[in-house]
Nanobody, 127 residues
């Protein structure tokens, strides 16, 4: 049984920062891809950042230079540090994991590949 639990969302003003956390509960796998996604009201879910078992990190163009994905294996936790937040970053943020393969191949942002999802944490950025 795999469970992902996100936390760290909240309300901030534009230019502020937040750090999201995603704790992974379950068996570990040698090859995996973990991702942060977001879904704004009325929009499709989009990939924000990915990190895999090889340490590869990938970012959507819209967050490059502002967001950083990292991982603490000892704590089974994935993080998303979000700096210089903009109102357009407002969304529900989800973490997800694909336990079958790493993030290579250019499909890290395809939501359908992920086996497990967290419940989401809301991020609201005001101008």
């Amino acid at each position: 049984q795999v469970q992902l639990v996100e936390s760290g969302g909240g309300s901030v003003q534009a230019g502020g920062s937040l750090r999201l956390s995603c704790v992974f509960f379950g068996d570990t796998y040698s090859s995996y891809c973990m991702g942060w996604f977001r879904q704004a009201l009325g929009k499709e879910r989009e990939g924000v950042a990915g990190r895999d078992s090889d340490g590869r990190t990938i970012y959507a163009d819209s967050v490059k230079g502002r967001f950083t994905i990292s991982q603490d294996n000892a704590k089974n936790t994935l993080y998303l540090q979000m700096n210089s937040l903009k109102p357009e970053d407002t969304a529900m943020y989800y973490c997800a994991v694909d336990l079958s393969k790493d993030c290579s191949g250019g499909y890290w942002s395809v939501a359908g590949r992920y086996n497990y999802w967290g419940q989401g944490t809301q991020v609201t950025v005001s101008s």
